[in-house]
C-alpha cells in the first residue's frame, strides 16, 4: 500500500474525513473596509452570461466580479511593500500550499476579548506545552469568530475607532516570521487585527510574514472540527499570473 492508497482507503473507509475549512463567497461575502482616503476592493458579483436562454440555451454560465482579496483567500509576499518583490500568487510552491495543520485555539480569550492578541509569551508556552512548530505547517488562529460570519456587522464589529477583531500583536508577528511555519490562517477578514492599522508597524502580520515568504489564509470556518495537530491542511488559490492574492478554497484531511 503507498501513502495515497492507505490515505485514500482511510476516506473510504471514515477513518479520515476532509473538512471544508471555507466560507462561502458570496455578494453578502464580508471584505476589508479600509477608511478614506484609501481605495478599497469589490465584493463578489455574478453577471448572468446566459441561463439556459436565447443567449445560451443549453448552459448557464456567469462572469465574476471581484478583488483578489475577497472571503476565505490567501496573501501572497507580493501583496505587501516588505514582500513585493517576492512571489505572487501564481508562482508559490504547492509544496507550501500543502502542510501540516496546527491550531491554536483562543476563542474564549478572544469571545471576551475581541481585540485579542497573540503575544510572543502565548506562543511560547504553545511550544514548552506541545513542542515545536512543525516545519512547513499551517499554523491556525481558531478565535471562534467565523461564528459571525453570516452577519457582517458583527464580523467587523467596528465602533468610532475603527473594526474589533482578534489578531497577533506586533511582537508575536515578529515570532510567526521568524518560525518555520509555511502560512498563517485566520478566522477573520484578513491576517491581522481590527486595530492592527494602528500598530507599529501597522498591519505587523503582513509586515513581517509576507516579508519573510510566509503566507496568510483568512475567513476559514470549521477549525473546531480540526485536532491540535494531526490534519493536512490544503490552501487552492488560482495561479492568478502577478496576483497579490486569491479567493481560495481550503480543506482540512483530519483523521476521525
Ligand atoms: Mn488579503
Given at each position: 500500500m503507498t501513502a495515497i492508497t492507505g490515505l485514500l482507503a482511510a476516506l473510504a473507509s471514515g477513518d479520515a474525513e476532509i473538512v471544508d475549512v471555507t466560507a462561502p463567497l458570496s455578494p453578502q461575502t464580508p471584505i476589508l473596509q479600509l477608511p478614506p482616503p484609501f481605495a478599497n476592493t469589490i465584493p463578489?458579483?455574478?453577471?448572468?452570461?446566459?441561463?439556459?436562454?436565447?443567449?445560451?440555451?443549453?448552459?448557464?454560465?456567469?462572469?465574476?466580479?471581484?478583488?483578489?482579496?475577497?472571503?476565505?483567500?490567501?496573501?501572497?509576499?507580493?501583496?505587501w511593500a516588505t514582500g513585493r518583490d517576492g512571489h505572487s500568487v501564481d508562482t508559490i510552491a504547492p509544496s507550501r500550499l500543502i502542510g501540516p495543520a496546527v491550531v491554536?485555539?483562543?476563542?474564549?480569550?478572544?469571545?471576551?476579548?475581541?481585540?485579542?492578541?497573540?503575544?510572543?509569551?502565548?506562543?511560547?508556552?504553545?511550544?514548552?506545552?506541545?513542542?515545536?512548530?512543525?516545519?512547513?505547517?499551517?499554523?491556525?488562529?481558531r478565535t471562534g469568530w467565523s461564528s459571525r460570519g453570516a452577519d457582517p456587522v458583527a464580523f467587523t464589529n467596528a465602533d468610532e475607532n475603527?473594526?474589533?477583531?482578534?489578531?497577533?500583536?506586533?511582537?508575536g508577528a515578529q515570532?510567526?516570521?521568524?518560525?518555520?511555519?509555511?502560512?498563517?490562517?485566520?478566522?477573520?477578514?484578513?491576517?491581522?487585527?481590527?486595530?492592527?492599522?494602528?500598530?507599529?508597524p501597522p498591519f505587523p502580520v503582513h509586515h513581517h510574514l509576507l516579508g519573510a515568504d510566509k503566507y496568510g489564509l483568512t475567513q476559514l470556518q470549521n477549525l473546531d472540527r480540526l485536532p491540535r495537530t494531526g490534519a493536512l491542511l490544503v490552501a487552492a488559490p488560482l495561479p492568478i499570473v502577478g496576483g497579490t492574492g486569491s479567493?481560495?478554497?481550503a480543506f482540512a484531511i483530519v483523521p476521525a
Open positions: 463578489l458579483s455574478l453577471e448572468k452570461v446566459s441561463e439556459f436562454d436565447e443567449d445560451g440555451p443549453f448552459w448557464g454560465w456567469n462572469n465574476i466580479h471581484t478583488g483578489e482579496h475577497t472571503g476565505t483567500h490567501l496573501d501572497a509576499p507580493k501583496h491554536l485555539d483562543f476563542s474564549a480569550e478572544a469571545t471576551a476579548d475581541p481585540d485579542f492578541l497573540l503575544e510572543p509569551a502565548h506562543l511560547d508556552g504553545y511550544v514548552a506545552e506541545h513542542g515545536p512548530l512543525q516545519e512547513g505547517a499551517w499554523l491556525l488562529f475603527g473594526p474589533h477583531s482578534p489578531g497577533v500583536s506586533a511582537a515570532w510567526l516570521a521568524a518560525s518555520g511555519i509555511s502560512g498563517f490562517g485566520v478566522e477573520t477578514v484578513g491576517i491581522d487585527a481590527g486595530q492592527a492599522g494602528g500598530m507599529q479567493p481560495a478554497r
